[in-house]
């Protein structure tokens, strides 16, 4: 229990600082595990292939967006629990979460395996690798469960306080795919099924181990699954389905982007596409920080300490700012370098420099809204932070980088994209700042249920 740390108290630059360390670095492990993966397929068998696991990982991702939804609702309930002290609050929360996600996991499962191939028509996968493509995926989502089970072990981790302990887990699983990865693909011959079966044997052995490791060392009170009360279940799909609703915006928002992009032809798509990979990357920091003070404000949240949620939010957005700056003027020296490690088009490799220049500066601000909507959603107003994430995407950034395209050519997309992170950021501070996000008491009536 000594991981577990108790944020209702103590210094806050501190807590942050190293709560946050651990999981920026479990988000870049996550980030490289699929990066891992990617380049296995690809060398092992082929271009196809490689084609066929990006399809099937967009639809994995959209299954996913929805479960991370009611892990973002896990951590803002568990850590208003854990900071009022209620053991029971948690073990029945905990019960609640693990039956739901469960009962999800199995629907899931049979639907996505049935209907795999009809999902890759729908998305236009070509015939050639559309076979290659309903194996992996049908395979995915037999195992769909070891996926949802270690991130909903890590998420309650990290809303009791400990950071540390995930990133253990999914150090295990990268590693475990790493060699899984070509022993099942080339040394087995399995092909593509090699390469799902390695995903699923390393997030499985990853989720039992996690398992074992929290029962025994009594990390979190989890108990034998009942069925929950109707008030649990309401509480927690009252804050899921908005929280699973706002990953669909986004994704559905950065799909509206690349529409625009694609208007100015392939060097600027492949530009786009380099950029955007160095942006996943670089913005690590910002959505491990966003993490840390939604755990960390849930807890005071929880015992209506507003006094300290407020300096919560305040070292957020300064230590922040003074790290995504930092990144920002080290990504506006080296873009030109960073853009070739991808491609090495010059047309291409110019405007992809020119990109991330302008977007590099504007980090600090999108970073902003990271913070605050991460404290905003710890007090459980997810409907708002849903409004939130459409202004953001679709009122600022897509019309935005339209429209400045429009008016600047290509170099006008990313024009648009700074300043929709600025505009975001202001809305996001006045909604933080003027909202009634203080207001939301998720357990009034549901203390008893």
């Keep these: 229990m000594k991981k577990q740390r108790d944020f209702t108290e103590g210094n806050i630059l501190k ?42 990982s967009t639809i994995i991702f959209t299954v996913l967006s929805f479960v991370l939804g009611l892990n973002n609702a896990a951590l803002a309930i568990l850590s208003q629990q854990k900071g009022k002290q209620n053991e029971d609050g948690l073990k029945r929360y905990l019960n609640a979460f693990v039956v739901i996600l469960t009962g999800i996991s199995i629907v899931l499962m049979i639907i996505g395996y049935v209907f795999a191939s009809f999902f890759l028509r729908l998305l236009g996968t070509p015939d050639g690798i559309l076979e290659e493509a309903t194996t992996y995926l049908q395979l995915n989502f037999l195992g769909i469960l070891f996926l949802f089970g270690y991130n909903f072990i890590s998420t309650v981790l990290r809303a009791l306080g400990d950071s540390k302990t995930p990133l253990i887990f999914v150090t295990m699983a990268v590693i475990l795919n790493i060699v899984f990865a070509p022993l099942f693909i080339a040394g087995f011959n399995l092909g593509i099924a090699g390469a799902a079966l390695a995903t699923i044997a390393a997030q499985g ?66 530009g786009f596409g380099a950029a955007q990979r160095l942006d996943s990357l670089l913005m690590l920091p910002a959505h491990a920080l966003g993490t840390s003070v939604s755990s960390m404000a849930g807890q005071n949240i929880g015992i209506r300490n507003w006094s300290r949620v407020k300096e919560i939010a305040k070292y957020g957005v300064l230590y922040n700012f003074s790290i995504m700056l930092t990144i920002g003027i080290i990504a506006v020296i080296f873009a030109e370098y960073g853009i070739r490690l991808f491609i090495q088009d010059s047309e291409a490799v110019a405007f992809g420099t020119i990109y991330l220049q302008i977007v590099a500066l504007c980090y600090p601000f999108l970073g902003i809204n990271f913070i605050l909507n991460g404290i905003v959603r710890a007090s459980g107003a997810m409907y708002q932070v849903l409004a939130l994430n459409i202004l953001s995407l679709w009122v600022l950034r897509y019309p935005l980088a339209a429209i400045f395209s429009n008016w600047l050519g290509d170099v006008g997309i990313a024009v648009g994209m700074g300043m929709s992170f600025l505009l975001s950021s202001l809305f996001a501070y006045l909604y933080y700042r003027f909202g009634k996000w203080r207001e939301k008491e998720l357990f009034a009536d549901q203390e008893k249920g």
């Design 205 to 270: 052995s990853a989720f039992v181990y996690g398992l074992v490791h929290v029962l025994r060392h009594r990390l979190a009170p989890f108990t034998l699954p009942t069925l929950p009360s109707k008030k649990v279940v309401g509480v927690i799909l009252n804050l899921g389905i908005p929280s699973g609703l706002q990953m669909a915006v986004i994704s559905a928002g950065v799909a509206a982007i690349m529409s625009v992009v694609t208007t100015f032809g392939e060097d600027v798509v492949a």
């Design 15 to 56: 807590q942050l600082i190293v709560f946050s360390g651990p999981i920026m670095l479990t988000n870049l492990l996550q980030t490289s595990y699929q990066f891992a993966d990617s380049l296995w397929v690809g060398n092992l068998l082929g271009a196809d292939a490689l084609g066929a696991v990006a399809i099937s």
